[in-house]
């Protein structure tokens, strides 16, 4: 099967929900090939756009780059053109482009470009990180505003008209001001991405400035939910999205906002809670604690007798 171009790519995850699947661990704290298939493969059955193999809910930070290519390959085997697959890459610019080309290699059609690590930039040379990544391979690429990684729009208009296959703005600061200017200055140019943690809160919001797409974590555990949640906030049905936000997102972020970490951790607990085990979270992160999952699993037990599921 042919791979996507990046143009092919971007217009693909603007359709529809987007999937950052868990990344799962064995006893021994490997990758768990098996269970990591199993998952995929249920996950293709709902309505997806897109899936990004070893992101940021996948633990990208707690791979080895080879780790990261195994996952990856492991994903596009699985997937069988079923969704694009996506890759994480990041740390430096020269550990980035090697994720780049082990992507493209593994037969990913796109990749996520996450901050580099540790330091801050100014906008030069983030610009130089970004372009060297779309120089190193033919994917295409979309760019994660985020943390120490926040491109202007003057920045991101540059990297357009250099690199052809930047294809996608991912933001994930929230600031509406920025994501107005960078919409007005680019249009459709680029696809663009929410990538708030816990995205459906920022869901509908967003949507009015043109971010069609966005996230979900919570997509692993409760694909049901996650996928009539954005049915709900595409044809801007405020009641539906009220309720699932009152009913689910806000109290699950009750627990995950208790400790730094539970982003990640909180979607490997609902995986636990659905009879998915995805092994632990690797270090520096902690899994939640036993009275902490089992308030989650009441959370997941209450979905079918919740304002919501009568709403959607």
């Given at each position: 099967?042919?791979?996507?171009?990046?143009?092919e790519?971007?217009?693909?995850?603007g359709s529809?929900?987007l999937?950052?699947?868990?990344t799962?661990?064995?006893?021994?704290n490997?990758f768990?090939a098996?269970?990591?298939?199993?998952n995929?493969?249920?996950?293709?059955?709902?309505?997806v756009a897109g899936?990004?193999?070893?992101?940021g809910?996948?633990?990208?930070?707690?791979?080895a780059?080879?780790?990261v290519?195994t996952?990856v390959?492991t994903?596009?085997?699985?997937t069988?053109?079923?969704v694009?697959v996506?890759?994480?890459?990041?740390?430096?610019t020269e550990?980035?482009?090697?994720?780049?080309?082990?992507?493209?290699?593994a037969g990913a059609d796109?990749?996520?470009?996450?901050?580099p690590?540790?330091?801050?930039?100014e906008?030069?040379g983030?610009a130089?990180?970004?372009?060297?990544?779309c120089?190193a391979?033919?994917?295409?690429?979309?760019?994660?505003n985020?943390?120490?990684a926040i491109v202007t729009?003057?920045t991101?208009?540059?990297?357009?008209e250099?690199?052809?296959?930047?294809?996608?703005?991912?933001?994930?600061?929230?600031?509406?001001?920025?994501?107005?200017?960078?919409?007005?200055?680019m249009?459709?140019?680029?696809?663009?991405?929410g990538?708030?943690?816990?995205?459906e809160?920022?869901a509908?919001?967003?949507?009015?400035?043109?971010?069609?797409?966005y996230?979900?974590?919570?997509?692993?555990?409760v694909?049901?939910?996650?996928?009539?949640?954005?049915?709900a906030?595409?044809?801007?049905?405020?009641k539906?999205v009220?309720?699932?936000?009152?009913?689910f997102?806000?109290p699950?972020?009750?627990?995950?906002?208790?400790?730094k970490?539970?982003?990640?951790?909180?979607?490997?607990?609902?995986m636990?809670?659905?009879?998915?085990?995805?092994?632990?979270?690797?270090?520096?992160?902690?899994d939640?604690t036993?009275?902490?999952t089992?308030?989650?699993?009441?959370?997941?037990?209450?979905?079918?007798?919740s304002?919501f599921?009568?709403a959607a």
């Amino acid at each position: 099967m042919a791979r996507m171009t990046p143009n092919e790519m971007a217009q693909q995850l603007g359709s529809g929900l987007l999937s950052f699947p868990v990344t799962p661990f064995d006893r021994d704290n490997g990758f768990d090939a098996e269970r990591y298939r199993s998952n995929l493969d249920w996950l293709c059955g709902y309505d997806v756009a897109g899936l990004f193999a070893a992101g940021g809910t996948g633990e990208f930070f707690s791979l080895a780059p080879s780790e990261v290519e195994t996952v990856v390959r492991t994903a596009v085997e699985e997937t069988r053109g079923r969704v694009p697959v996506l890759a994480g890459a990041g740390y430096g610019t020269e550990i980035a482009k090697q994720m780049a080309v082990a992507a493209e290699r593994a037969g990913a059609d796109g990749i996520l470009l996450l901050p580099p690590y540790l330091v801050h930039s100014e906008q030069e040379g983030l610009a130089a990180h970004v372009e060297a990544v779309c120089a190193a391979t033919k994917l295409g690429v979309i760019v994660y505003n985020r943390d120490n990684a926040i491109v202007t729009e003057d920045t991101l208009a540059g990297l357009c008209e250099r690199c052809p296959n930047l294809v996608g703005y991912k933001d994930g600061i929230g600031d509406i001001e920025l994501m107005t200017r960078v919409h007005l200055r680019m249009g459709d140019r680029l696809t663009y991405i929410g990538g708030l943690p816990t995205a459906e809160t920022y869901a509908l919001p967003y949507l009015e400035m043109g971010v069609t797409t966005y996230s979900s974590a919570v997509f692993n555990f409760v694909p049901e939910f996650a996928t009539k949640f954005y049915a709900a906030v595409r044809r801007r049905d405020r009641k539906t999205v009220q309720a699932g936000l009152r009913d689910f997102i806000l109290p699950l972020l009750t627990i995950r906002n208790r400790r730094k970490g539970y982003a990640v951790s909180i979607i490997k607990a609902g995986m636990r809670v659905i009879g998915r085990d995805s092994g632990p979270v690797r270090a520096p992160l902690h899994d939640l604690t036993e009275a902490e999952t089992e308030q989650l699993a009441a959370l997941v037990q209450g979905l079918a007798r919740s304002s919501f599921a009568a709403a959607a």
